[in-house]
């Protein structure tokens, strides 16, 4: 056999050897880069879902403050507005005396409304509860009606206590309608002193470090 009839052969040896190791698989510089890129597409993956979780499990805790608070709100409302004239017996006065005592961060009231199952009239109290670092929470004081002083009653062991909203402070104001006298907003109410109730009740409560559109509630009650 002549050396030319083999040339051919030998040249396509040669083809398919190159052809062979230029496919045979990645180097090991391009698999560090592969593996590099690789952590961090899932860094960046795992930064960005945690934050999503975050900012999720943040705006539904907000969300069920609102919804507690607007539910407090509105409660407090129909207590306002089925503000009872009580009277109670002063023994130490020997004389009836009517029960609506309010300040510009305290008023305590009795109506017709009960949150519960109970029927009959209910003693509210709604105020600022002072705690630490400057704090403050808005409390509401429920208690069933008896005939004594309500303020004893607020202040006894069956009344019951609850947060109405953290963080905020309470400014309150009520509607007086004096005769021949144009209507005014004053900072202070005592029934036992003026033997009747507001016309209207103004309360604003102020959370604390929000945000301007969230800063300030205000409840306007008209107290038939």
Known sequence: MRYDELSPLTSSTKGSSTDRSSTEGFTLLELLISLTL?????TVLSTGIHSAVQDWSHQDKKLDHQVDAALGFLQLEKALRSAYPHRYRNLEENRNLHFFEGTDAELSWVSYFSPGIRQGLTTWRVASS??????????ITITPTYPVD?????????????????????????????PNEPPAWVNHWSARERNL????????????????????WQLLSVIP
Do not use: C, D
Not at 38 to 42: D, M, R, Y
Not at 157 to 177: C, D, K, P, V, W
Not at 197 to 216: D, H, T, W, Y
């Open 197 to 216: 109730l507001p016309s209207a009740v103004r309360i604003s409560l102020n959370k604390q470090g929000a945000i301007v559109s969230e800063k300030e």
């Open 38 to 42: 690789s952590a961090l597409l899932l």
């Open 150 to 178: 309500p303020e004893l009653l607020l202040e006894g062991q069956q009344a019951g206590r609850f947060t109405l909203i953290e963080n905020s402070t309470l400014s309150i104001e009520y509607l007086e309608m004096a």
């Open 130 to 139: 002072p705690r630490e670092e400057g704090q403050s929470n808005i409390m």
